[in-house]
């Protein structure tokens, strides 16, 4: 599992201070904390975390469950912990989609497994698979297995960690199937899957199993993407 960016949203400091610790000694990064509903939202927005932890008690007027609300509706991860557990607050809380709730006082390593769980069932849910036609038979791959797209001419070659398919369509076509953000074009003929790549060196990217080359005028972008790429 990759070391989470996990922002707190809490308004007693030594609580922030006990969360803080505690993400970090078991292997997540603490990347900020607010103590309120509109600092809250700012410093989301600026600082892109992978996964929010919310108290529902908060300084203002709105609170925890107000604020997941407006992440809903951005369609960001989010857990609560918290020590309400009230039948209204409870009633509240089925309106939103936390990932979980974990319940005050908490131990590091429920804390930990709260989070792996909760982290789990969502990147499965945000899997996305492409179906192509290899050797007169239909294939679901599952498009984070795949390594890089490799152009032969009207034609393109599909490299996963455990297969190598070739299908009859362009590097282009195929590559405008897959979702999210992390394919990239390293030269005019590979797109390579940023989860792979082990290193970059002058004109060559190094994978798991493979390696393939990375033109000058791409070089400069797929480095970048690698830095700030989560």
Request: proline share 3%; with cysteine.
């Amino acid at each position: 599992m990759k070391s989470l960016n996990i922002f707190i949203v809490e308004d007693e400091p030594l609580i922030v201070s006990t969360i803080e610790v505690a993400l970090r000694k078991q292997g997540f990064c603490a990347i900020g904390d607010a103590e309120d509903f509109t600092t809250a939202l700012r410093d989301i927005e600026l600082l892109k975390p992978d996964l929010i932890l919310i108290d529902i008690q908060l300084n203002g007027e709105k609170d925890g469950v107000d604020l997941a609300t407006e992440l809903d509706k951005k369609n960001l991860p989010y857990m609560f912990l918290s020590s309400q557990t009230d039948p209204n607050t409870i009633e509240r809380v089925k309106y939103v989609n936390p990932l979980g709730y974990i319940v005050k006082p908490f131990t590091e390593t429920s804390l930990r497994t709260n989070i792996e769980l909760a982290w789990h069932k969502y990147s499965e849910s945000k899997q996305h698979f492409i179906v192509i036609k290899h050797e007169g038979r239909l294939h679901r791959i599952n498009q984070n297995s795949i390594s890089y797209l490799k152009a032969f001419d009207n034609y393109c070659y599909i490299i996963t960690n455990t297969k190598t398919y070739l299908v009859p369509h362009t590097l282009k076509h195929i590559s405008e199937q897959l979702k999210g953000d992390n394919f990239i074009k390293a030269h005019r003929s590979y797109v390579v899957n940023l989860n792979h790549i082990l290193s970059v060196d002058k004109n060559t990217i190094t994978l798991k199993n493979d390696s393939i080359p990375v033109s000058a005028s791409q070089k400069s972008l797929v480095v970048s993407k690698l830095k700030t790429y989560k």
